[in-house]
């Protein structure tokens, strides 16, 4: 066997995977006047997209669109991602930080909102932009120089024993590339009274090539016991490229959850959350979590009262097993864990 060349041809295969994904960042849509005439919206619905954009860009990337279907304003992937008119009318209540960040943050890009665990904000890229997001107003642009990005927040867990679990969230982290990402989990490794190395990330979902062997080696690799938290809204995100990305991960042997939020026109009823549940018991990850939106200003438009969200889960709970049923929950800022609705 010729070792020189094979392990050239791995670099190569790595290097291609790398390219893949970075490929499908770079090429995402971000004019929402293309997004609308790629899907056959209307004039008036493209005038919307742009004044609403102004705020909060939009980014989308081609392979999520293909899962779109033309000419239907009303596609609940793209509801997701179209910029409305409905996001430039202020409503009492919402607000640019709905769930406490500015007041968790105990160090540059380190939050502490619950015991025994932190966030980490590794970075302020997302491969795909959530009109929902309970970050679009987040000052991603104040925090510390990339020379100096995490040894802040890296001090501040070393003199933290009561901290055993750290998610790695953003932005999101999985935008940044395995080699950087590597450094930093090998740093956090080091400190003894970690244990568990949670991941949250949107990339296997929107664009599953980013699930790569690099990627798979560092999770595998660590002494920090790896779990990953994907998030789709809608069994139709769900495609086979997706499944057989969270496939790899399950069978490398890291833990997979999915959470969901609860959005008016995007999943808002049992029939949509059960094939949801199926689609992700098919791909072997575990429905985590229903968030009840978040309020953030410019999300407005897609909240769904409590109890209406509660009746959807009496309906979930009778039509599949428990375990497949994920917790309803809603985030409120200052309290020590989530509030369990049901």
Known sequence: MNILASSSDSV???CADDCAWQEAMKS????????????GLSAQQEDAAVRASRDFPVFAPLGYIARMRPGDPHDPLLRQVLPLADEMQ?????TADPVGDTAANVSPGLLQKYHGRALMITTGACAVHCRYCFRRHYPYGDGPPRSMQWSAALGQIECDESIEEIILSGGDPLTLVDSRLEELVCRLAEIP?????????????VIPDRVTESLIAWLRGTRLVPVMVVHANHAQELNEDVAAALAKLVDAGVPMLNQTVLLRGVNDDAETLVEL????LDCRVM???????????GAAHFEVHIEEGLRIVRQMQARLPGYAVPRFVQEIAGQPSKQVLA
Not at 30 to 37: H, I, K
Not at 193 to 205: E, G, Q
């Open 12 to 14: 190569r295969a790595t």
């Open 28 to 39: 995402a849509i971000r004019a929402p006047v293309r997004l609308c005439r790629m899907l």
């Open 193 to 205: 009274h970690l244990r568990r190395l949670r991941v949250h990330t949107r990339l296997p979902i």
């Open 90 to 94: 202020p409503t009492p209540g919402f």
């Open 277 to 280: 549940s199926r689609r992700l």
């Open 287 to 297: 429905p985590y979590y229903l968030h009840q939106l978040d309020r953030v200003a």
